[in-house]
């Protein structure tokens, strides 16, 4: 039987562990101790604890709330930001869909900013701030395109966001505190290796028990699943219609 695929990475942080500690249970229900996936659960439900333990630490920081908010904002602008541009490399006027065919390739050579964590996702926006403030070509593309307003909000709301954070990490007194972002992976991973040792027994020493553990799991993925990807496409229309607004009051 297959295990279906979790959308981890979609996953909000509360969803992630609520996934995790599910996904425990459900183990611990169907294959009972001692068990050859033992080690594999126990793993997911210590990266699960050390995760959970580390974000009620950074919830209850002053901080956290304000970063949330600026991290939202700096998500659309992003996204706003290269919808916009994306949207105009298909004008009719030649100059403007070459300026916008220049930027959008300025903006697509760092990824996807706005799925990253935190902290590289702050040194992304720098760096692709600084190419758009250096570069002559992509200083007059911009102007071409009246994009600069994007640039200047994205710049002050990143540089917003930087100063908080920096605040929230000075005042964590725990010198052992170790980021979300790793403890995260690290769950992500656990998460992984169970499923792959799940699958490896469900091929080699299928038993009604197992299917019905897989059987668990999959009904938890494809809701967890549902909710996560809703949310994404939510957010890229909230940020496409944002995009469209300020191109609409350009024009």
């Not at 101790?33 to 793993?43: G, K, M």
């Not at 699960?48 to 002053?62: G, H, S, T, V």
């Not at 299928?206 to 059987?215: G, H, K, S, V, Y």
């Amino acid at each position: 039987m297959k295990i279906s695929i979790p959308h981890l990475a979609k996953y909000l942080l509360g969803d992630l562990l609520d996934y995790a500690y599910n996904v425990v249970m459900f183990c611990r229900q169907r294959q009972p101790s001692p068990s050859p996936i033992d080690p594999q659960v126990d793993a997911v439900q210590n990266a699960a604890e050390a995760l959970n333990k580390n974000f009620k630490l950074e919830q209850a920081n002053e901080h956290s709330g304000r970063l949330a908010v600026l991290d939202m904002e700096r998500y659309r602008l992003i996204v706003g930001f290269r919808t916009t541009t994306e949207g105009l490399t298909y004008h009719f006027d030649s100059n403007t869909s070459s300026a916008a065919v220049q930027v959008l390739a300025a903006i697509d050579k760092y990824g996807g900013i706005a799925r990253l964590p935190y902290e590289a996702e702050s040194v992304s926006i720098n760096s692709l701030l600084n190419d758009l403030a250096t570069n002559a070509a992509l200083i007059s593309a911009l102007e071409t395109l009246h994009l600069m307003s994007w640039i200047d909000q994205l710049r002050l709301v990143n540089n917003q966001f930087q100063e908080v954070y920096l605040t929230r990490v000075g005042n964590v007194t725990d010198t052992k505190h170790t980021p979300t972002t790793e403890l995260r992976a690290g769950l992500v991973q656990a998460i992984r290796d169970l499923n792959s040792h799940l699958s490896a027994h469900a091929i080699l020493h299928p038993d009604a028990a197992l299917n019905a553990l897989i059987t668990d799991i999959n009904t938890l993925t494809a809701r967890h699943n549902q909710i996560a990807d809703h949310r994404t496409s939510r957010n890229k229309k909230t940020a496409e219609q944002t995009a469209a607004n300020a191109s609409g009051s350009q024009d």
